[in-house]
């Protein structure tokens, strides 16, 4: 089993910054690529950002510039820097892990999700 675990989240005001973070933890596994995905109220949930341990990266267009995902790959944690935020990327921020058991087989475990929300 693997724990995935998110914080950070919060209240700014438009046009400020917060960075999540987000820890993967679990015996028996080996945990594979990362990412960010946000869900807004009457919405589906959507792609902010992924990253592998390589380190490349893949982001919603309409994010690029604004936020940067990047990971510690000793601590399986993963960060979303937000900056110039805006009250549209006011959400429930989830973060994801691929896990790799002993047998080869990956699994994709879910955070809670961290609240964050701009004011206008």
């Known amino acids: 089993q693997v724990q995935v675990v998110e914080s950070g989240g919060g209240l700014v005001q438009a046009g400020g910054s917060l960075r999540l973070s987000c820890a993967a933890s679990?015996?028996?596994?080996?945990?594979?690529?990362m990412g960010w995905y946000r869900q807004a109220p009457g919405k589906q949930r959507e792609l902010v950002a992924t990253?592998?341990?390589?380190?490349?990266?893949n982001y919603a267009d309409s994010l690029k510039g604004r936020f940067t995902i990047s990971r510690d790959n000793a601590k399986n944690t993963v960060y979303l820097q937000m900056n110039n935020l805006k009250p549209e990327d006011t959400a429930v921020y989830y973060c994801?892990?691929?896990?790799?058991?002993?047998?080869?087989?990956?699994?994709?475990?879910w955070g809670v999700g961290t609240q964050v929300t701009v004011s206008a």
């Open positions: 679990g015996t028996g596994f080996v945990i594979a690529g």
């Open positions: 990253i592998t341990t390589g380190g490349s990266t």
């Open positions: 994801n892990a691929e896990a790799i058991g002993s047998s080869w087989n990956i699994r994709v475990y």
